[in-house]
């Protein structure tokens, strides 16, 4: 014995298994995957520390990494590279003799001062020859900064 309803769905249920067939495909067709943008971590530091700019979302493969200070490609600001694969570092114009680029690509930055605030750019070459930028900044603040800060976080706690 047969459903009494199930005879009037019959016809329905070819298009609603060809539609559930043919939709799911075209969805993934036309949604494409985020992914995360190679960026630069922006960092906020208290002068006379040391700071790492590190790098977030590296493509993989990467063979190259030059960091420049400022957001232009100019050889003026370059402060050196790394390439990712042998122990091989250069520094440019740019270097004070306090920045050194890590293994991973970040930079470090012994002892920063007010005049290493700024915009940092790295500049990744991939195998295939393109190359992909990241951007990010460095806020550098001085000793009355965060004695002020200090001052204020104690005033509101009483």
């Known amino acids: 014995m047969e459903f009494p309803a199930a005879s009037a769905?019959?016809?329905?249920?070819?298009?609603?298994?060809?539609?559930?067939?043919?939709?799911?495909?075209?969805?993934?067709?036309?949604i494409l995957?985020?992914?995360?943008?190679f960026a630069i971590v922006s960092t906020i530091a208290a002068e006379?520390?040391?700071?790492?700019?590190?790098?977030?979302?590296?493509?993989?493969?990467?063979?190259?990494?030059?960091?420049?200070?400022?957001?232009?490609?100019?050889?003026?600001?370059l402060i050196g590279y790394i390439a990712l694969g042998p122990d091989d570092y250069v520094t440019g114009p740019g270097y004070t003799h306090r920045e050194t680029a890590l293994f991973d690509g970040s930079l470090k930055i012994r002892k920063v001062t007010p005049s290493d605030e700024g915009i940092y750019l790295a500049v990744a070459l991939l195998p295939n020859g393109q190359r992909t930028k990241a951007l990010g900044s460095l806020n550098v603040f001085g000793p009355a900064f965060?004695?002020?800060?200090?001052?204020?976080?104690?005033?509101?706690?009483?």
Request: charged letters at 20%; hydrophobic letters at 35%.
């Open 33 to 37: 995957p985020t992914t995360e943008q």
């Open 9 to 30: 769905y019959r016809r329905l249920v070819p298009w609603l298994g060809l539609l559930l067939a043919v939709f799911p495909s075209s969805l993934t067709t036309r």
């Open 146 to 158: 965060f004695k002020h800060s200090l001052s204020e976080n104690h005033r509101h706690r009483e």
């Open 48 to 77: 006379g520390q040391d700071v790492i700019l590190r790098i977030r979302n590296t493509p993989p493969g990467v063979l190259v990494i030059w960091w420049y200070r400022g957001r232009v490609v100019k050889y003026s600001n």
